[in-house]
């Protein structure tokens, strides 16, 4: 038997859930880099600084999580990933919606601090859980493979901005990148959490057996 054959599995169905949530998380904060100092101008009429700080509030915003992100690591360790992870999607999701209803600049900075904060803690806390859905020896594979997702999403936001700007306007892109980031919540619960807890249901179910029989 050859090397590879021995190998275990790395695209699982929970690595694939994890990967696509990284892809779209990704495009969706891409995709409003993009935008969001030309829209403070057109729709908030700011000025150039302002629409500089707006788009400089997001970045900000991800390098504060990014700062305290051996924290959030650390609550992902000792208390699950549950714990890090609904806040972080609720996080992007509230943030994304207060654009699309953001009528002055104050909200819109606002929305940027949330967003950061939610993409930021996502970055650290994403990647701790592709790498704990694999076999050791594959964790290189694994996150070679997340920061692929990244760049992805860096490449497609930006195209994918351009071709529904038009049909979708910016404020329904907004609320529709808000949606997206509350349903990458619902396929974290469905399609791993929901899925994760069953199984250890049923190992614990397993082990009970074992010391009755």
């Not at 891409?30 to 970045?59: C, D, K, P, Q, T």
């Not at 992870?85 to 609720?90: L, R, S």
């Not at 999701?93 to 996502?122: E, N, P, Q, R």
């Not at 404020?171 to 250890?200: Q, W």
């Amino acid at each position: 038997m050859t090397d590879t054959a021995q190998k275990p599995r790395l695209w699982t169905k929970g690595f694939l859930l994890d990967t696509l949530v990284n892809f779209l998380i990704y495009i969706i904060y891409y995709m409003l880099m993009v935008i969001i100092a030309s829209e403070a101008i057109r729709s908030l009429h700011a000025s150039m600084s302002e629409a500089g700080l707006a788009s400089g509030i997001f970045i900000l915003g991800t390098l504060l999580a990014r700062v305290f992100a051996g924290r959030s690591v650390e609550l992902f360790d000792r208390k699950g990933e549950d714990f890090v992870m609904y806040p972080t999607y609720a996080c992007l999701a509230g943030g994304l919606l207060l654009l699309f209803i953001t009528t002055s600049s104050w909200m819109m900075l606002l929305a940027g601090v949330f967003v950061g904060l939610g993409y930021g803690t996502f970055m650290s806390n994403g990647q701790a859980i592709c790498v704990k859905l694999v076999e050791e020896v594959r964790i290189g594979v694994a996150v070679s493979t997340y920061f692929v997702a990244l760049d992805l999403g860096l490449g497609i936001g930006p195209y994918m901005l351009g071709a529904f700007k038009e049909s979708l306007g910016f404020s329904g892109i907004y609320s529709a990148v808000g949606l997206a980031a509350a349903g990458c919540g619902a396929l974290y619960y469905l399609l791993y959490a929901r899925r994760r807890d069953a199984d250890t249901a049923n190992d614990v179910e397993e082990s009970l057996e074992e010391e009755l029989a």
